[in-house]
């Protein structure tokens, strides 16, 4: 096979030389060795873009609510590895095929990015819009439920007396209480089900609280 290594230890061009005069030489030396040097330049760069574009993907799809906190930070160890892979290959380059990566890369990222963001940023804010249409209509429907268990609750009430002076039979009284019970339950638990909600996107419990304060005031 053909040794590479005399040319491998060629002195490096002086700072004055041109870039294209240096990607010359690096191609000349890396094709002979096999890997043509904008070939190795163009999959590094476009792996380290990629990995970075990544990066602002997942606090997007985070914010956005499409991933819990757990599967972000197990995107994002995934990318941090695959950083870390790249600067690991990018030691073992010439500093100045390295600065040919790093411009490379700032390139495409900033072609990829800049689209991105404009989309991101306009799908969050039609989702914060979104919320906060949801928040103001669940407000009002925590009134209207809390009102609900509050009417269910004094029917029980009544009912226990009325079995109680006989005016109706406990069989009776029992089946409508428990219809009754279910029916608050199931009220109830919807603002359970709206904070597992927040829960799964690292939000704090909110509804199943609030709700409860409805229903004593």
Known sequence: MFDV??????????????????ALVWSTVLFVAGV???????A???RWATARVSTEETRYLQQAGRLTPEEARARTATINTELGAIQTLLRTLPREV?????????????TRIVPLRQQWAEALAQKQRADQARFAELTKEIQTDAAATGKLQAERTVLRERAQRGEVSQSEAS?????AEQQILSIRRKYDALDDERARIGQRPYWATTFSRTEAA
């Open 98 to 110: 390295q600065a040919e990566i790093t411009q490379q890369r700032e390139t495409l990222f900033q």
């Open 175 to 179: 089946r409508s209480d428990q219809q």
């Open 5 to 22: 290594l005399p040319a491998l230890r060629l002195r490096w061009p002086s700072p004055s030389f041109s870039r294209c005069r240096l």
């Open 36 to 42: 043509p040097l904008m070939a190795q330049v163009n």
């Open 44 to 46: 590094i760069s476009g």
